[in-house]
Nanobody, 117 residues
Framework: EVQLQASGGGLVQAGGSLRLSCAAS????????IGWFRQAPGKEREGVSC???????YYADSVGGRFTITRSNAKNTVYLQMNSLKPEDTAVYYC???????????WGQGTQVTVSS
Protein backbone atom coordinates (compact mmCIF):
# COMPACT_ATOMS: atom_id res chain seq x y z
CA GLU A 1 0.00 0.00 0.00
CA VAL A 2 1.39 3.38 -1.04
CA GLN A 3 1.48 5.98 1.68
CA LEU A 4 2.73 9.55 1.82
CA GLN A 5 2.47 10.83 5.36
CA ALA A 6 2.87 14.58 5.66
CA SER A 7 3.50 16.18 9.03
CA GLY A 8 5.00 19.25 10.65
CA GLY A 9 2.42 21.89 9.92
CA GLY A 10 1.20 24.32 12.53
CA LEU A 11 0.67 27.91 13.52
CA VAL A 12 3.64 30.27 13.46
CA GLN A 13 4.17 34.02 13.49
CA ALA A 14 5.46 35.83 10.44
CA GLY A 15 9.22 35.48 10.23
CA GLY A 16 9.16 32.11 11.93
CA SER A 17 10.09 28.66 10.69
CA LEU A 18 8.53 25.25 10.25
CA ARG A 19 9.83 21.97 8.90
CA LEU A 20 7.48 19.70 7.00
CA SER A 21 8.17 16.00 6.59
CA CYS A 22 6.83 13.56 4.03
CA ALA A 23 7.38 9.93 4.95
CA ALA A 24 6.85 7.51 2.06
CA SER A 25 6.22 3.80 1.85
CA UNK A 26 4.92 1.26 -0.63
CA UNK A 27 7.06 2.23 -3.63
CA UNK A 28 10.72 2.47 -4.66
CA UNK A 29 11.51 5.81 -3.09
CA UNK A 30 14.77 6.43 -4.96
CA UNK A 31 12.94 6.25 -8.31
CA UNK A 32 10.54 9.04 -7.42
CA UNK A 33 10.67 12.80 -7.40
CA ILE A 34 8.99 14.09 -4.27
CA GLY A 35 7.44 17.49 -4.09
CA TRP A 36 5.24 19.83 -2.13
CA PHE A 37 2.16 21.61 -3.39
CA ARG A 38 0.00 24.02 -1.45
CA GLN A 39 -3.52 25.29 -1.66
CA ALA A 40 -4.79 28.41 0.05
CA PRO A 41 -8.50 29.04 0.57
CA GLY A 42 -10.11 30.15 -2.68
CA LYS A 43 -6.96 29.56 -4.70
CA GLU A 44 -5.72 26.85 -7.00
CA ARG A 45 -3.19 24.30 -5.86
CA GLU A 46 0.33 25.40 -6.75
CA GLY A 47 3.71 23.73 -6.83
CA VAL A 48 6.11 24.85 -4.14
CA SER A 49 9.21 22.70 -4.43
CA CYS A 50 10.37 19.28 -5.50
CA UNK A 51 13.46 17.11 -5.38
CA UNK A 52 14.46 14.30 -7.72
CA UNK A 53 15.82 10.94 -6.66
CA UNK A 54 19.35 12.19 -7.24
CA UNK A 55 18.82 15.49 -5.45
CA UNK A 56 18.02 17.99 -8.19
CA UNK A 57 15.75 20.65 -6.74
CA TYR A 58 13.12 23.09 -7.91
CA TYR A 59 11.58 26.04 -6.08
CA ALA A 60 8.72 28.31 -6.98
CA ASP A 61 9.80 31.94 -7.25
CA SER A 62 7.64 32.83 -4.27
CA VAL A 63 9.61 30.61 -1.89
CA GLY A 64 13.11 30.61 -3.36
CA GLY A 65 15.71 31.66 -0.83
CA ARG A 66 13.38 30.93 2.09
CA PHE A 67 12.50 27.25 1.67
CA THR A 68 14.91 24.33 1.39
CA ILE A 69 13.94 20.83 0.29
CA THR A 70 16.05 17.81 1.16
CA ARG A 71 15.59 14.07 1.14
CA SER A 72 16.87 11.05 2.99
CA ASN A 73 16.65 8.00 0.77
CA ALA A 74 17.71 5.90 3.76
CA LYS A 75 14.63 7.06 5.68
CA ASN A 76 12.29 7.38 2.68
CA THR A 77 11.54 10.90 3.82
CA VAL A 78 11.57 14.36 2.26
CA TYR A 79 11.84 17.52 4.32
CA LEU A 80 10.79 21.06 3.54
CA GLN A 81 12.49 23.61 5.77
CA MET A 82 10.49 26.81 5.64
CA ASN A 83 12.12 29.96 7.00
CA SER A 84 11.08 33.61 7.03
CA LEU A 85 7.47 32.57 6.72
CA LYS A 86 4.95 35.09 5.48
CA PRO A 87 1.17 35.24 5.93
CA GLU A 88 0.82 34.47 2.23
CA ASP A 89 2.46 31.09 2.87
CA THR A 90 -0.67 30.08 4.75
CA ALA A 91 -2.14 27.03 3.02
CA VAL A 92 -2.65 23.31 3.21
CA TYR A 93 0.58 21.69 2.07
CA TYR A 94 0.42 18.39 0.18
CA CYS A 95 3.15 15.88 -0.44
CA UNK A 96 3.38 14.52 -4.01
CA UNK A 97 5.39 11.74 -5.64
CA UNK A 98 6.02 11.08 -9.33
CA UNK A 99 7.82 8.05 -10.67
CA UNK A 100 10.83 8.57 -12.93
CA UNK A 101 10.38 5.20 -14.62
CA UNK A 102 6.68 4.39 -14.38
CA UNK A 103 5.31 7.97 -14.14
CA UNK A 104 2.95 6.94 -11.34
CA UNK A 105 1.65 9.82 -9.26
CA UNK A 106 0.74 9.67 -5.59
CA TRP A 107 -0.62 12.29 -3.22
CA GLY A 108 -0.46 12.45 0.53
CA GLN A 109 -2.92 14.05 2.87
CA GLY A 110 -2.41 17.72 3.58
CA THR A 111 -0.89 19.45 6.56
CA GLN A 112 -2.07 22.91 7.53
CA VAL A 113 0.42 25.75 7.74
CA THR A 114 -0.88 29.01 9.19
CA VAL A 115 1.30 32.10 9.40
CA SER A 116 -0.04 34.95 11.50
CA SER A 117 0.93 38.56 10.89
Amino acid sequence: EVQLQASGGGLVQAGGSLRLSCAASGFTFDDYSIGWFRQAPGKEREGVSCISGIGDTYYADSVGGRFTITRSNAKNTVYLQMNSLKPEDTAVYYCHARGRVDDNVYWGQGTQVTVSS
